[in-house]
């Protein structure tokens, strides 16, 4: 169960986005669900992106012992990345989130000593917001 908690903590810090000030951001409805086996209840979270720029992962406060690092953007469209994260429950995690107009589809695949967890990501975009 740590591991699956874990595991939801690493969706929250790579879909939880530096917003950026502009007048008309995109509100994003995303949705992650996770590929155990069985069936999970996806995390829903609202996130004010960017208009029109690439996804960027970032780590959360929390996440001391996580370092992103081999962030790939394809035009503003594709970011592929890595984060390992040290300590008693390392991890090591491979994203990759393709952002078009109006949809945003990825995978996370997370290894750690006690098994892989892959993540799915899907949203859509449902209005507009400012950034703070």
Not at 99 to 116: C, F, H, L, P, S
Request: net charge positive.
């Amino acid at each position: 169960m740590k591991k699956l908690l874990l595991g939801m903590a690493l969706l929250s810090v790579m879909i939880s986005a530096s917003v950026w000030a502009a007048d008309s951001d995109e509100l994003w409805e995303i949705k992650t669900r996770m590929n155990l086996g069985m069936k999970v209840q996806a995390v829903t979270n609202k996130v004010c992106l960017p208009k029109g720029e690439a996804y960027m992962p970032e780590k959360s406060p929390q996440d001391k012992n996580c370092e992103i690092t081999d962030v790939k953007v394809t035009g503003n469209k594709t970011t592929t990345w890595k984060m390992h994260c040290s300590g008693e429950d390392a991890t090591d995690t491979v994203g990759e989130v393709t952002r078009t107009k109006d949809a945003i589809k990825g995978t996370m695949q997370t290894t750690m000593k006690d098994g892989n967890l892959k993540q799915i990501i899907s949203g859509k975009l449902v209005g507009v917001c400012q950034a703070k």
